[in-house]
């Protein structure tokens, strides 16, 4: 069974600094893999979708990575704001969606 | 442009009491639809999916059913509600099975005393 992991749980950086998030899984027989961002009591919203044959999809100050044969994939923000407070989830799919635990992003103004 | 709704946003419901929780979509034709799960803590899990009207798969084993009963309309039921069914319920659509994204509905936040 596919296994999703996201390190560190949560992460808290000053405005402006550049950080990563980190998304890991076992089986590397996926589709795609995607980064959604959930606020509070809401729902997931779609950040970014790279295909399994693709290595990264950028998206403003967003920018993920996917490393298939590592089961591997990165989130990186830049410049960080406070507006981009929220838990970060990463889901992969290959015969059904499986989701990560999600890391928890506060910034600091 | 697509939306998804679900209601109640809130239930506070009591054990062994029975659960009726809607999805609908608008804007696309012959989704598939999905049930998720977040329990405090944990990640989403996935409950039930439906390709089609009546056509329903059960990822996991419990006290929940779902019903697709029209093309844009997803039900979660049970009838006799546990305290581990407490969560936050969210409701999903995507086209062409998990090849697209998913989008995904505000959730339900249930409450089960």
């Known amino acids: 069974k596919q296994e999703v992991t996201q390190i560190p749980a949560a992460l808290s950086v000053p405005e402006g600094e550049n950080l990563v998030l980190n998304c890991s899984f076992t089986?590397?027989?996926?589709?795609?893999l995607q980064w959604f961002r959930q606020d509070p009591g809401k729902g997931l919203t779609s950040l970014l979708l790279?295909?399994?044959?693709?290595r990264e999809q950028t998206s403003g100050r967003l920018n993920a990575s996917l490393d298939k044969s590592s089961g591997r994939s990165t989130l990186y923000i830049a410049a960080s704001q406070p507006g981009d407070s929220a838990t970060y989830l990463c889901?992969?799919?290959?015969?059904?969606?499986?989701f990560g635990t999600g890391t928890s992003l506060t910034v600091i103004p | 442009s697509q939306t998804i709704h679900q209601w109640p946003a809130t239930l506070v419901q009591p054990v062994g009491s029975p659960l009726s929780l809607e999805c609908t979509v608008e804007?696309?034709?012959?989704?598939?639809l999905y049930w998720y799960r977040q329990a405090a803590g944990r990640g989403l899990q996935l409950l039930f999916y439906?390709?089609?009207?009546?056509?329903i798969s059960s990822e996991v084993p419990q006290n929940l059913s779902a019903s697709r009963p029209q093309d844009r309309q997803f039900i979660l039921s049970s009838k006799k509600l546990l305290l581990s069914d407490s969560g936050f319920y969210l409701c999903?659509?995507?086209?062409?099975?998990?090849?697209?994204?998913?989008?995904f509905g505000p959730g339900t936040r249930l409450t089960v005393l």
């Open positions: 999903a659509w995507s086209l062409i099975g998990g090849i697209d994204t998913q989008y």
């Open positions: 089986d590397s027989a996926i589709y795609n």
């Open positions: 790279i295909q399994s044959s693709q």
């Open positions: 889901a992969v799919y290959g015969n059904q969606f499986y």
């Open positions: 804007g696309t034709s012959n989704p598939n």
């Open positions: 439906s390709v089609g009207i009546g056509q």
